[in-house]
């Protein structure tokens, strides 16, 4: 396996084909492909300015988007490749997100540390309307899990 630079739209399009409960975002600050031996993409990385106001403090990335095609050590790759560019361009620490139900092993094998439950519940209230906006499957399942999140750092 190889790391390698991707574009924003490759991992669109990968992240949209594999990622199993998450759209693709629409921007991204960088995104880091890794691919096998024939050169095939097997996973991406997509990270970009942090969506919670409180860690968009300037200093802070946020990993919003991992995918892979299940290949061992893909992730813990991915996530010490995104930590490695984080470094360089100058972050003091790089944040992500995984689901309740996710164990973490990737995370805590590239340093990050858990820092507990956050968020959770639907982006479309009564304050914030988005009408037909919110993603779902073809089979009309809401495409963003509504469940608490771990949320996961790293020191730069």
Same mark, same amino acid.
């Given at each position: ?66 995918? &892979? %095609? ?5 992730? #813990?790759?991915?996530? +010490? ?6 470094? *360089?361009? /100058? ?6 997100? &995984? %689901? ?5 092993? #990737?995370?805590?094998? +590239? ?6 439950? *956050?968020? /959770? ?36």
């Amino acid at each position: 396996m190889r790391l390698r630079m991707v574009t924003l739209k490759e991992a669109q399009i990968f992240t949209e084909q594999n990622h199993r409960h998450l759209k693709s975002p629409f921007i991204h600050k960088f995104s880091v492909g890794l691919e096998d031996n024939e050169k095939n993409l097997i996973g991406v990385a997509m990270v970009e300015m942090p969506k919670a106001r409180n860690s968009n403090d300037g200093e802070t990335l946020e990993i919003t988007r991992l995918t &892979t %095609l299940g290949s061992k050590n893909a992730c #813990s790759m991915l996530y +010490s490749a995104c930590i490695r560019a984080a470094r *360089a361009l /100058g972050a003091r620490r790089i944040i992500t997100y &995984t %689901l309740e139900t996710e164990h973490g092993a #990737s995370l805590r094998a +590239s340093g990050f540390r858990e820092e507990g439950l *956050a968020g /959770g519940g639907e982006w479309n209230t009564e304050k914030r309307q988005y009408g037909n906006k919110i993603p779902l499957f073809d089979d009309g399942r809401k495409r963003q899990p509504t469940c608490k999140k771990r949320k996961w750092i790293k020191d730069l």
